[in-house]
């Protein structure tokens, strides 16, 4: 309900910008949490928060993995949504699984541990992922993916779990754990609250935090990025309609299950952005490897009473932003010379 208080985490980050930006569009209050003092500065400055001023308020917390890290911060909380999570830094170096789990999992038990000594918390929504109902041969074989709104969080990802692995699988599997625990949590402790997922695809488009253009290669945005700037990525999956009513993709593709690809980037930049292909700001020559994914996203829209973006439009959406920032620091450049 509007003019509630909302805890928000993750409030630096591509879709915890966005969570509190649309939540104090939409009337709440929010208290969002970040690590650094200079981060809420910079929150606090954008065009989307700025007008919100006296509706929004900041959590200094540098290590959310301390034990109790929230418990000071749920006074008078309604809603808590839980968007923080450990991001990995290369898809191709292997990195010890355990240790890098071991913080999304511990960020999702000490959020659901707060909630529970905070009687006013109605509800905890937690940002999970669709990789999360995702086997092992899925992540890693050939075939397509088909889930059904059955689908259980993925078992053998961690049956036994791989000592290394490279950065998505370790994310993966970093977020199959916080699933599994999120699960036993509400089973065995029955708490006040109710718990709600939100499985994401992959998020891309515009992040308003960046100031320069390298800062949208990174996370999510490197996907339809790589086919344009010579990176080449491991498999991500794209997803078209089915059966699975648990999901929110970023984009939907309900009319056209074989509406794209990733690297139809390209095609996009050159049909949206005449001349800017043979101008040189992208050298292309990347590419990402694909797999489909059954998903079927038209009763998220039906719940949330909105339309998600086509691939087309998010990738129009993330290339104006690189290229206006990218064009801003050219003529930064020149001037200074």
Same mark, same amino acid.
């Given at each position: 309900? $509007?003019?509630?208080?909302?805890?928000?985490?993750?409030? =630096?980050?591509?879709?915890?910008?966005?969570?509190?930006?649309?939540?104090?569009q939409a009337g709440y209050r929010a !208290?969002?949490?970040?690590?650094?003092?200079?981060?809420?500065?910079?929150?606090?400055?954008?065009?989307?928060?700025? @007008?919100?001023?006296?509706?929004?308020? +900041?959590?200094?917390?540098? &290590?959310?993995?301390?034990?109790?890290?929230? &418990?000071?911060?749920? %006074?008078?909380? =309604?809603?808590? #949504?839980?968007?923080?999570?450990?991001?990995?830094?290369?898809?191709?170096?292997?990195?010890?699984?355990?240790?890098?789990?071991?913080?999304?999992?511990? +960020?999702?038990? %000490?959020?659901? *541990? $707060?909630?529970?000594?905070? /009687? =006013?918390?109605? !509800?905890?929504?937690?940002?999970?992922?669709?990789?999360?109902?995702?086997?092992? *041969?899925?992540?890693?074989?050939?075939?397509?993916?088909v889930l059904s709104w059955k689908s259980e969080v993925a078992?053998?990802?961690?049956?036994?779990?791989?000592?290394?692995?490279?950065?998505?699988?370790?994310?993966?599997? =970093?977020?199959?754990?916080?699933?599994? #625990?999120?699960?036993?949590?509400?089973?065995?402790?029955?708490?006040?609250?109710?718990?709600?997922?939100?499985?994401?695809?992959?998020?891309?488009?515009?992040?308003? #935090?960046?100031?320069?253009?390298?800062? #949208?290669?990174?996370?999510? %945005?490197?996907? /339809?990025?790589?086919?344009?700037?010579?990176?080449?990525?491991?498999?991500?999956? !794209?997803?078209?309609?089915?059966?699975?009513?648990?999901?929110?993709?970023?984009?939907?593709?309900?009319? %056209? /299950?074989?509406?794209?690809?990733?690297?139809?980037?390209?095609?996009?930049?050159?049909?949206?952005? @005449?001349?800017?292909?043979?101008?040189?700001?992208?050298?292309?020559?990347?590419?990402?490897?694909?797999?489909?994914?059954?998903?079927?996203?038209?009763?998220?829209?039906?719940?949330?009473?909105?339309? +998600?973006?086509?691939?087309?439009?998010?990738?129009?959406?993330?290339?104006?932003?690189?290229?206006?920032?990218?064009?801003?620091?050219?003529? $930064?450049?020149?001037?200074?010379?």
């Amino acid at each position: 309900m $509007a003019g509630e208080l909302l805890l928000i985490t993750g409030v =630096s980050g591509h879709v915890g910008f966005r969570v509190l930006a649309e939540a104090l569009q939409a009337g709440y209050r929010a !208290r969002a949490v970040v690590r650094r003092a200079e981060q809420a500065t910079k929150i606090k400055a954008t065009k989307s928060i700025s @007008p919100y001023a006296d509706k929004v308020e +900041f959590a200094v917390i540098p &290590d959310l993995s301390v034990d109790g890290a929230f &418990d000071a911060h749920t %006074n008078g909380v =309604s809603y808590i #949504l839980h968007v923080a999570a450990q991001q990995f830094t290369s898809v191709d170096v292997p990195i010890d699984v355990a240790e890098f789990a071991k913080s999304n999992i511990k +960020f999702t038990e %000490n959020i659901l *541990e $707060a909630a529970a000594k905070a /009687p =006013s918390v109605k !509800r905890v929504l937690i940002t999970s992922s669709v990789t999360t109902l995702f086997t092992g *041969e899925g992540l890693q074989g050939d075939s397509d993916l088909v889930l059904s709104w059955k689908s259980e969080v993925a078992k053998d990802l961690i049956s036994p779990a791989p000592e290394k692995a490279v950065g998505p699988i370790a994310y993966v599997i =970093s977020k199959v754990l916080s699933a599994k #625990l999120v699960e036993k949590f509400v089973e065995e402790r029955k708490p006040h609250f109710t718990v709600a997922s939100i499985l994401l695809g992959t998020t891309i488009g515009r992040f308003e #935090l960046a100031s320069e253009s390298k800062e #949208l290669v990174s996370g999510s %945005n490197i996907v /339809p990025l790589a086919p344009l700037l010579v990176a080449h990525q491991g498999p991500h999956h !794209r997803h078209r309609p089915g059966t699975v009513r648990k999901i929110v993709p970023v984009y939907n593709t309900a009319t %056209n /299950p074989d509406a794209f690809t990733w690297d139809d980037s390209i095609e996009i930049v050159k049909k949206h952005f @005449p001349g800017v292909i043979e101008s040189g700001a992208f050298p292309l020559g990347g590419t990402v490897p694909k797999r489909k994914c059954l998903v079927d996203s038209s009763e998220d829209e039906k719940v949330l009473g909105l339309k +998600f973006k086509t691939y087309e439009e998010a990738v129009v959406d993330l290339i104006t932003q690189f290229l206006t920032l990218a064009q801003a620091a050219q003529a $930064a450049a020149a001037a200074s010379a």
